[in-house]
């Protein structure tokens, strides 16, 4: 009997762990990790850990900067670096608006990697960042991400967090979960700001 619950608690012990490794993965694509701190009226607060990202500014409007900025991180992880090496697709693809103008877009790198452990980019716009432990306000929603609607969902969110009392450090962060192709209720996005 006791050998029967003790491969009952392995089994239960094994499930568990795969929901924790799938809760940072999106269909397959690894995630930056975090945790969910609340839910309160369809925002959650999350904390997230320190990762490192791929990412380049871009001038243009989001719609036009978005496709730029993923363009030339997409050719750093297809082979476009020093060794030609390729490295692996995450999710999301983030947009947020840059201090001097333009749009910043970043890529997660696989948690596998460390800043020097990542083959320098060919591309000079390219920068390899350390990104710390943060925390975030973030929204869920599914549809295709206009600019229009992003906006209107980050001005509600920056409501929100200002009626807790809450200080946004960094944001509006725009972030995209699937591909383009991808039928716009099976899609994820989110809007995020970063809070102290």
């Known amino acids: 009997m006791r050998a029967l619950w003790g491969g009952v608690w392995l089994a239960v012990a094994g499930m568990a762990g795969m929901a924790m490794a799938e809760e940072h993965r999106h269909k397959g694509y690894e995630m930056p990790p975090y945790t969910v701190e609340s839910v309160t009226d369809g925002v959650e607060l999350r904390r997230y850990g320190a990762h490192v990202v791929a990412e380049v500014t871009v001038e243009g409007d989001r719609s036009a900067a978005i496709g730029r900025g ?14 030609g090496e390729k490295i692996a697709m995450t999710v999301p693809v983030e947009q947020t608006p840059a201090a001097a103008g333009g749009w910043t877009v970043r890529f997660t790198m696989p948690a596998a990697y460390g800043v020097d452990d990542l083959p320098r980019p060919r591309d000079a716009r390219v920068r390899l960042v350390q990104v710390a432990p943060d925390r975030q306000a973030v929204v869920t929603f599914t549809g295709l991400p206009v600019t229009a609607d992003l906006e209107t ?27 383009p192709m991808t039928l716009p209720w099976k899609r994820r996005n989110e809007v995020a700001f970063t809070v102290e």
């Open 70 to 83: 993923f363009r030339a991180l997409a050719g750093y992880i297809f082979g476009g670096n020093a060794e």
């Open 153 to 179: 969902r980050a001005a509600k969110l920056r409501d929100w967090i200002a009626a807790r009392g809450m200080t946004i450090t960094a944001g509006p962060h725009f972030q995209f979960y699937d591909a």
